[in-house]
């Protein structure tokens, strides 16, 4: 027991430590527990900040139970106050109270190391299944408070699309879409092109005067979630 403490003790201490703020899902495919399977094939401590508890399995979302401000805020601040957050993203926020609670514990954050930190936004607005997992008043609050914190956003087709009022149809629409995205909102845009048809997925980086492009083929016919989580 003793030496798997000692262990633990020395994972925090050498290995860097991010923040994950999503939801919960039950069938751990999408969600914190996405995440956390992702920092850890990286080699990185993972933290969690549950947003809402997700029941769902692939394909389907039952219910979603979100969780209160007051404890979304608690779970961030004492985190902060014991570890040192190399990085954090976001995935469900589902409400604007949780979105502008996210916003303004991260601000304090960054406060508290004296600098930025460095801050993916997913704006999770719809699962794999097509279940809306957004509340659409949310979605302003997501412009105005949090992609002013963001260093990249993840939006895949769909969300892009509700962020520029435009259909993304095909390799040059998204190209054009993410000069736009990353116009309007002055961050680095990953576009996420599994929406896309075609054979191959197709995801396109927009940092700086950069454009990035990464294509390969496209696995169909499995039954998955929780991709857009993995990836961002």
Known sequence: MGRQKDRRSQS?????VALTIAGSDSSAG???????????????????ALTCVVAEIPGK???????????IREQIQVLAKSFGIAAAKTGLLYSAEIVETVAGALVDLSGKFGNRVPL?????????????????????????ELFPLATLLTPN???????????????????KAGKKLQKKYRVSVLLKGGHLAGGDAVDVLFAGEKIREFSSP????????????TYS
Do not use: N, W
Not at 165 to 174: N, Q
């Open 12 to 16: 925090t201490a050498t290995a860097p």
């Open 30 to 48: 999408a969600g914190v527990q996405a995440d956390l399977k992702t920092f850890s094939a990286l080699g990185v401590y993972g933290l969690t």
């Open 157 to 175: 087709l769909d969300e892009a699309e509700k962020l520029i009022g435009e259909p993304i149809r095909d390799l040059k629409a998204m190209r």
């Open 61 to 71: 979302v039952s219910q979603i139970e979100p969780v209160t401000p007051k404890i």
């Open 120 to 144: 993916v936004i997913d704006p999770v607005t719809v699962a794999t299944s097509g279940d809306l997992l957004l509340r659409p008043d949310a979605i302003a609050l997501y412009e105005s």
């Open 218 to 229: 496209f696995v169909r016919g499995v039954a998955t979630h929780g991709t857009g989580c």
